[in-house]
């Protein structure tokens, strides 16, 4: 019981301190470029034309190499008109692309963490994360005016939006967070009330080594692709699709560091720093699942 007791604390303390790590960088570059305009919106504005917007950083266009955004929506099958939820989306890298490209005919919901007075270091970050993001929201209304945000305080409140509403969720290596806080469950069934029968989840995560275990991908942040798959089938969903868009075969994944010795944090500093940059972002698993349109929502995955 006692090494049970001592094996938790040592994963909680070592995802707190991947939050700190995080925290200098990452809060700045949610506010970044906050009065920059986005590309004419007219009703045909294009995923490649949004990449381009001036109301994007340099620094966000650089890691287009590493994430593919355009392929990866396309994959998933994004259309202007949809209403899409974004899970947790950290500094709104990808609600850069996101809202624009659903402003005019679309509707784009985003959650963020809901007020909340705890103490706790991981909370603590979080609270601060979702500040800088509501503020950047805020601060440009001209891409992110008609962007609505979901207050969630998983896993005790995770409504996303009404329930058989929503065309497509997606998520973009936010898992491993899920699973280490306890609550993956609980998102996955969320994500499924939301959506309309028909609709699509699509998933975006750091992929492991085949046969990791669970500790395994909680200290190093990279999942099993069978075990994420099993996950979200398991709530209902149905796999509809693979795709190798965001693999990278030369991520070894057995740094120290964990998936965070990569670019963009670049954990361990100066050391060995180089040789992370030339390997680029995490190999990651892009996948897509369906709400089967044969099944009604009876409430069994309500949280």
Do not use: C
């Not at 954990?267 to 720093?273: A, F, H, S, V, Y």
């Amino acid at each position: 019981m006692m090494k049970k007791h001592m094996y938790r604390l040592g994963l909680f303390k070592a995802l707190t301190l991947a939050l700190l790590v995080l925290s200098s960088a990452f809060v700045p570059n949610v506010l970044a470029n906050q009065s920059r305009k986005p590309a004419n919106l007219d009703g045909t504005t294009t995923l490649q034309s949004i990449l381009s917007s001036s109301h994007r950083s340099e620094e966000n266009r650089q890691r287009d190499k590493y994430r593919h955004p355009a392929q990866t929506l396309s994959f998933f099958g994004l259309q202007p008109d949809m209403t899409v939820v974004e899970l947790w989306p950290g500094s709104g890298w990808y609600t850069e692309i996101l809202a624009p490209y659903l402003a005019v005919k679309g509707q784009l919901i985003v959650t963020n963490f809901a007020p909340n007075d705890s103490k706790i270091p991981t909370v603590v970050f979080q609270q601060k994360l979702a500040t800088a993001f509501q503020q950047k929201l805020e601060a440009n209304k001209e891409v992110f005016g008609k962007v609505k945000v979901a207050l969630i305080n998983p896993p005790q409140e995770l409504t996303l939006a009404p329930d058989n509403s929503v065309d497509m969720v997606v998520t973009f290596r936010n898992i491993h967070n899920w699973v280490s806080a306890g609550y993956a469950e609980q998102v996955y069934a969320a994500a499924y009330k939301a959506l309309k029968a028909g609709g699509i989840l699509g998933v975006e995560e750091h992929r492991a080594k085949p046969s990791i275990s669970l500790q395994e991908s909680i200290k190093t942040g990279y999942m099993s692709e069978d075990g994420v798959i099993a996950a979200v089938e398991k709530a209902g969903f149905k796999l509809v699709g693979k795709s190798e868009i965001n693999a990278n075969p030369q991520d070894t994944k057995d740094y120290p560091g964990g998936v965070w010795a990569l670019p963009p944090t670049l954990r361990q500093g100066e050391k060995d720093r180089q040789r992370f940059i030339a390997i680029g972002e995490s190999d990651r698993m892009t996948l897509k699942f369906i709400k089967p349109e044969d099944v009604v929502n009876s409430g069994k995955n309500a949280n």
